[in-house]
């Protein structure tokens, strides 16, 4: 099976930085698109920002110029470093991975996963 593991959430000041790491583990054959998303309790999970197998990124408007998505694709492990921490960025922080292709017996299956959420809190 596929697993995917965050690290790097916590709790920062206003103006300040942090980096989010996601690192799918398992018999992974590839990865169509990895990305994050966030989520606070009032609200649906928004996106983010992602980024393909083919190098292209998409980032939510309020994101836009603060928050930066990396992957490395050989270590199946997607990045969000940001910059320039704002209040309103307080959230669950998610890891998406889609199509993901990976080995089950003599099988290759496509599925897509979620990581278990890394808190962000952002303090003013």
């Known amino acids: 099976q596929v697993q995917l593991v965050e690290s790097g959430g916590g709790l920062v000041q206003a103006g300040g930085s942090l980096r989010l790491s996601c690192a799918a583990s398992g018999s992974i054959f590839s990865i169509s698109a990895m990305g994050w998303y966030r989520q606070v309790p009032w609200n649906e999970r928004e996106l983010v920002a992602a980024?393909?197998?083919?190098?292209?990124?998409n980032y939510a408007d309020s994101v836009k110029g603060r928050f930066t998505i990396s992957r490395d694709s050989a270590k199946n492990t997607v990045y969000l470093q940001m910059n320039s921490l704002k209040p309103e960025d307080t959230a669950v922080y998610y890891c998406?991975?889609?199509?993901?292709?990976?080995?089950?017996?003599?099988?290759?299956?496509?599925?897509?996963?979620w990581g278990q959420g890394t808190q962000v809190t952002v303090s003013s």
């Open positions: 980024t393909t197998s083919g190098g292209s990124t």
């Open positions: 998406a991975a889609d199509g993901v292709k990976y080995y089950s017996g003599s099988f290759v299956r496509r599925d897509n996963y």
